[in-house]
């Protein structure tokens, strides 16, 4: 099972604010590397130990070495002190590059398990769910959860391992001293605190606005060429700048409140630190040198505390960004398992097995949303046979093949295929058995045997060069410089639209099913393109249960059914002959040259 089946069966809508139990979550994910994990943690506390040994060396320095005159100590002292600094940079190295190859890691299996989970999804959740949000969430939120642990999470966890030794360290030196420090902590705690919760919703209202203009920003890449043709460059561009100044308005207040909260950290550290000093001075003037040495404050002690306060206050004036970078994560965190939560899934036990293709809809409704647009839909059509779906644009024809093909559920009555009712079909298992051709023709960067075989596990060069044959595109495939691994690029731009459509067809016949679902493009080839696309339809008509929303007129006439469905109701049925002796809604259709 993959990890993304394990997570909670709920979207979350909370907008509260990001705790660590939301890094908890990454957990599944994290334990696959856990020997990295482990490295790492193991290399926290030697860079603490390290690092809180230095001012205790640098103490030792002046008040046994540089004050007495000691030369040899002063020279092993040194030698100790670069040893020491070389093991806490080493260390830092080392965690630094075993936790991140972890993070990253995690991060190549999230994003597998977030698309494996996107395209499993419901069509009707793709509906509803803009593209470019997709897109978003699948790449931008993966890079800043990535940023925030690395520079956030993971520098956090060292930060705190020598904030604690930094205390342990000022507490040895001298406790009064070190209680003065740590009296600042929990107001600083506080102020972070405040400003986190400030930075938050300003960084979510930053990522939905980015959302937005990802979204924008293909629709005007994608209908480039729509754009030019009306005209309408000037326009789009204008609401790309109004889409893109909100996106940096919504940028620029977690910019300010950033700023504004190291500000206020640094003032707290240079406070601090002058006070520190201000003790100093006044402990080693003169008439105060025997109270000082009564108190064991001496020269060495007095640098190396304020060593520490440097140390102490360093990670403390990082807190605010590291807050800052924490909050980012709690947002991917929550955007990216919003996704991953989301259970709009159709799903099915039973495998499917198909025999002769027997299709049956029985008193079929269905809507999207509240909107109904199949209505008491009901037909049969037995195995090795063809039917014709006709109509308006917007009638149900194609929600009738997307509800035969498992990509929407929720409907009332049933459909059966070979006697089985199909809601209890596992749809993978289902799609595999049955063939669909859509309308848009999608192909994909890659060779043109990648583009034949997707999807169809197993299928061997021999059935897709028969599968080539039966649609008639045999001939102009080995034209093509490779054959099957001609190089398609993205969309078959590098194909016509004619050749196009014969791969699809080809796509579609690799395995050489029993039940062909085709929806026809509507759209205008040349005439040579256009004979050859209508004689592989006619070879797909043969030796099979075809359903296909038909456009043209020889496509109707070689069906066995028509049904003709006007506002989601079956209003017509029967063969091409039958029913223009009827004069109703077909022969309409026929006179007026829709078909």
Not at 79 to 106: D, I, N, P
Not at 150 to 165: C, P
Not at 410 to 438: C, W
């Amino acid at each position: 099972m993959s990890v993304a089946a394990k997570v909670p069966t709920r979207v979350p809508r909370s907008t509260r604010d990001g705790t660590f139990r939301d890094l908890l979550k990454l957990w599944p994910w994290l334990r696959q590397h856990g020997r990295l994990v482990l490295v790492a943690v193991a290399l926290v506390p030697v860079i603490s130990l390290m690092q809180a040994a230095l001012p205790l060396i640098l103490r030792a320095t002046i008040d046994k070495g540089i004050i007495p005159g000691d030369t040899a100590f002063l020279w092993s002292m040194g030698l100790v002190y670069l040893a020491v600094v070389f093991l806490e940079y080493a260390g830092r190295t080392g965690q630094t590059v075993t936790a991140s190859w972890a993070v990253h890691s995690m991060i190549r299996s999230m994003r597998e398990s977030v698309i494996r989970h996107v395209l499993g999804l419901s069509a009707s959740f793709h509906d509803r769910s803009m593209s470019g949000a997709l897109v978003t969430r699948a790449t931008s939120e993966f890079d800043n959860l990535s940023e925030s642990l690395n520079q956030g999470v993971l520098t956090s966890i060292v930060d705190l391992a020598v904030l604690a030794g930094c205390m342990i360290g000022m507490l040895l030196l001298d406790w009064r001293l070190a209680l003065m420090a740590f009296v600042m902590i929990p107001v600083l705690i506080v102020v972070v605190r405040q400003f986190s919760r400030a930075l938050r919703e300003s960084m979510v209202s930053a990522r939905k606005h980015l959302a937005t203009l990802n979204a924008y920003t293909q629709e005007c890449l994608y209908g480039a060429a729509t754009v030019k043709l009306l005209n309408a460059a000037p326009d789009a561009a204008t609401r790309y700048g109004k889409l893109n100044e909100t996106y940096r308005d919504a940028q620029m207040r977690s910019v300010v409140l950033d700023a504004v909260m190291f500000a206020v950290l640094d003032g707290f550290s240079a406070m601090t630190t002058g006070l520190v000093l201000w003790l100093a001075v006044r402990h080693l003037s003169p008439g105060h040198a025997a109270a000082a040495e009564a108190a064991g404050i001496s020269a060495g002690v007095l640098v190396a505390f304020i060593q520490y306060v440097q140390q102490l206050f360093e990670p403390l004036k990082q807190l605010g960004n590291k807050m800052a970078m924490l909050q980012g994560a709690f947002t991917s965190i929550e955007r990216i398992f919003g996704l991953l939560e989301t259970r709009d899934m159709i799903r099915g036990d039973a495998a499917f097995q198909p025999l002769e293709g027997h299709v049956t809809f029985d008193h079929v409704t269905f809507s999207y949303g509240t909107r109904n647009v199949l209505h008491d839909v009901s037909f049969d059509l037995p195995g090795g046979k063809s039917l014709a779906l006709v109509g308006p644009t917007g009638s149900g024809k194609s929600t009738v093949i997307k509800l035969l093909a498992r990509l929407y559920e929720g409907y009332t009555g049933t459909i059966r295929i070979d006697g089985t009712e199909i809601s209890g079909v596992n749809p993978e298992s289902l799609r595999k058995k049955v063939a669909i051709v859509p309308q848009d023709i999608v192909l994909f960067d890659g060779t043109l045997r990648f583009n034949i075989s997707l999807g169809r596990e197993g299928v061997t060069d021999a059935a897709i060069l028969r599968a080539l044959d039966a649609v008639c595109a045999g001939d102009f495939v080995t034209r093509l410089p490779g054959g099957l691994d001609f190089p398609v690029r993205e969309q078959g731009a590098n194909l016509s639209h004619g050749q196009r459509q014969l791969i699809v067809f080809a796509r579609a016949l690799a395995t050489d099913p029993a039940l062909l679902i085709l929806d026809e493009a509507t759209s205008s080839i040349d005439p040579e393109s256009e004979r050859r696309v209508q004689e592989a339809i006619d070879a797909m008509l043969h030796d099979r249960t075809v359903i296909v929303i038909a456009h043209r007129l020889s496509t109707v006439q070689r069906c066995s059914q028509i049904l003709v469905i006007k506002d989601g109701r079956v209003i017509e049925r029967g063969t091409h002959t039958d029913l223009l002796a009827a004069h109703g809604t077909y022969r309409s259709l026929y006179d007026h040259k829709s078909l």
